[in-house]
């Protein structure tokens, strides 16, 4: 069965700082991994997503993740963060062409001025 | 293009009572979802459809139903509302196979009292 973690309930960060938000899953075959963000109040919004290729992703709003297939992981960053990110984020799984989606239960970021 | 479109926003029902929560998208995607999201949970799958006529359940179908007579729409019916139902609905919808990115609806809030 496949799965999403997302460790970090909370995070806080200040603004200008940079930011990590950690994402292991477990799925049998070639995963295909996205990061959503859902502002309060609002439906979930696309970041970024991983098919296959260069590991390194970029996404919108100035974020990166990679996957890492030895350590089962797709950690979402960014160098440096704005107030408006404050935010929930979602890490979720799902195949290629298939129906499911997995989702993590989310890390819910609060960034200080 | 409104993208994907959800009403009420906002609902309250007493147990037993019934009641449909609209989806409606205008990007000609061929397959809609449904998913509850519960407080520090990530989202669960409830039903699906790849086209009109054809839908399946999800994860957590029971207490549900749905219809999809058109591309356009994907209602979702509660029959016998229990507090258990008591979440937020989101629908998503995704363009067909070959297309893996999901685009979510603003969401609805249901409490059941």
């Known amino acids: 069965a496949q799965s999403v973690t997302q460790p970090d309930i909370h995070i806080t960060v200040s603004e200008g700082a940079s930011l990590e938000l950690r994402c292991n899953y477990s799925?049998?075959?070639?995963?295909?991994l996205f990061w959503y963000v859902q502002s309060p109040g609002q439906g979930l919004q696309l970041l970024l997503k991983y098919f296959s290729g260069d590991t390194l992703v970029q996404g919108i709003k100035g974020f990166e993740a990679e996957f890492k297939r030895s350590q089962s992981s797709f950690n979402l960053r960014k160098p440096s963060v704005h107030w408006s990110d404050a935010a929930e984020y979602f890490c979720a799984v799902g195949s290629k062409g298939g129906n499911k989606l997995t989702f993590g239960t989310g890390t819910q970021l609060k960034v200080e001025l | 293009n409104a993208g994907v479109t959800q009403t009420p926003k906002f609902r309250i029902l007493k147990i037993g009572q019934s009641m449909t929560l609209q989806c409606t998208q205008d990007?000609?995607?061929?397959?809609m979802y449904w998913y509850r999201q519960d407080p520090g949970m990530g989202l669960k799958l409830i039903y699906y459809?790849?086209?009109?006529?054809?839908?399946d359940k999800g994860e957590v179908p029971n207490g549900y139903n749905v219809s999809r007579s058109t591309t356009e729409d994907f209602p979702l019916r509660l029959e016998l509302a229990a507090p258990s139902q008591t979440s937020v609905y989101f629908c998503a919808s995704r363009l067909d196979r070959g297309q893996d990115t999901q685009y979510f609806g603003p969401g609805t809030r249901l409490t059941v009292l």
């Open positions: 799925y049998g075959a070639t995963p295909y």
């Open positions: 990007m000609n995607h061929n397959y």
């Open positions: 459809s790849v086209g009109a006529g054809i839908t």
